[in-house]
């Protein structure tokens, strides 16, 4: 563009305009108001470049704004177990259902299956409560796909009705990857509406 | 761009000037730079007004920004009972007052009536977290407005001189919503600074 | 700006120019399109002005954008103490070491040490839960630097095997605090790669 705009200066025997310089072509040439109208219009030509350019980079501005805006990927989801007693003692593995839903953006948690499926890979954070009786040992898992990574056990007792237990845990999945709690054999715990339950939210897209 | 200045070297005449077609004029008028001033004032206005298209994008952008930059409203609290001892056993359903505030940024927990009001709709999480003697059964419930949401109990034993309990969820509220921990008929926690805890944070703005 | 358009006009005797009306010059003056190439000159000088200054404002716009696409420092943990036993009972205040890794974005919490530490000041969440047998009392703090922040305990009895326990908290921390927890003296707890678990996120940086 510099090089063009030389040649222009040769040409039409103005002042040399130098890159970008538009305002120098009109200050210098104070003697005439008249003369030069070929200078002004090659000006002109570098200023509609620029306008030209500058329009390009507002639609680049105005994209990115959009995806900004609508970057936030919302998946949340609490539920209970419902139902009004005991779960288990199942004889295998069994994956908890969670019927009850509270909360459930991004509809990314099953509430026939149990079974949170990552709508995309990010990193989550899911938590979970029981309480059980005494009669029998609880084990509850949070399993993603086949592997398990937090749990919450307790013992069988004869002098305590009730326990509690819960966990939580800050995991990254990749995109489908499942996330369920699974119930132990030979364990069960106790659910309602309100005090069994298992929540998850995306924290971080990546 | 360069060509049609080096067009403009070249060649000198006028022509038709389309709507925003600036160049065209720039690389027609042959026979002297001189002439048709009124095309190029004409095509001066068109720049004219693409400038002031700009500006107002410009201005709308830099809005966009900014409530980009101001969007994310904090609401976040924990707080504690604080005291040392039984709260409990009551007669009645008793709104929870935890009066040690650990923090309360954005000011929507009341640690005066333990109450938190939703300050924008929105997904919050709340959690609570419980110790209780043996001597009484335990039961806490989250509510919303009038409504039950997620609870943890405790049974009476004389053979175990504590438990602990607790729950957690995300839950969707409007504007003005109130959020508390009730604590039910002859029932009771124990709290002080650090164990007997009601937290809670706005996830997304609705 | 607008005081060099007026000029503008009183000098070269066109018609009146007001602030950021070029397109006023270009429509008045009719009878001849020839004339008062001094005005358009000046109304182009003042057009030239203002593309720079949008050019400026371009620019602090697209690093803003930068900014803000940047903006998401992530701090995310969660770990388990490994092993597969009691921990503790301790003599003295001692730090839990959770060693088993499951999750540690931006490489905060330091499994050797135990310790989180805030890369950025900001409000951040945490979470600890933990199993322990009866036969010893269980005694757990979450300290912020040598403050007590929130806690767990539990009590001794031979009437049940297992307790659990946990605790959350908001908390506002500045650059460089640290955050673990400490096994009270005298007290123990239960862990392996599943059950006694530490996790914390960044949830808003100030």
């Known amino acids: 563009m510099s090089f063009t705009v030389l040649m222009?200066?040769?040409?039409?025997?103005?002042?040399l305009v130098q890159h970008g310089d538009t305002e120098t072509v009109l200050t210098t040439e104070t003697e005439s108001c008249m003369p030069n109208m070929c200078t002004l219009r090659k000006v002109f030509?570098?200023?509609?470049?620029?306008?030209?350019?500058m329009e390009t980079r507002l639609k680049a501005i105005e994209n990115?704004?959009?995806?900004?805006?609508?970057?936030?990927?919302k998946v949340v989801f609490s539920a209970a177990t419902g139902g009004n007693g005991h779960i288990g003692?199942?004889?295998?593995?069994?994956?908890?259902?969670y019927r009850t839903?509270?909360?459930?953006?991004?509809?990314?948690?099953?509430?026939?299956?149990?079974i949170f499926v990552a709508p995309v890979s990010g990193i989550y954070y899911f938590t979970f409560f029981y309480i059980a009786g005494g009669a029998n040992r609880s084990s509850l898992v949070l399993m993603k796909n086949n592997q398990a990574?937090?749990?919450?056990?307790?013992?069988?007792?004869?002098?305590?009705e009730a326990d509690n237990g819960g966990n939580a845990v800050f995991l990254q999945l990749q995109?489908?990857?499942?996330?369920?709690?699974r119930l132990n054999p030979n364990t069960h715990v106790f659910g309602?509406?309100?005090?069994?339950t298992f929540s998850g939210v995306l924290v971080h897209q990546l």
Not at 8 to 15: D, E, H, K, Y
Not at 104 to 113: I, K
């Open 8 to 15: 222009l200066v040769i040409i039409c025997g103005s002042v």
């Open 175 to 181: 995109k489908r990857d499942q996330v369920y709690m």
């Open 192 to 196: 309602n509406d309100r005090l069994t």
């Open 101 to 114: 839903v509270i909360t459930n953006v991004g509809n990314a948690y099953n509430r026939f299956t149990g």
């Open 64 to 73: 990115q704004i959009t995806q900004l805006k609508n970057k936030a990927v």
């Open 89 to 97: 003692p199942v004889n295998t593995h069994t994956t908890m259902v």
């Open 149 to 160: 990574v937090v749990a919450s056990i307790d013992h069988q007792t004869s002098h305590d």
């Open 45 to 53: 030509g570098a200023m509609t470049e620029k306008q030209s350019s």
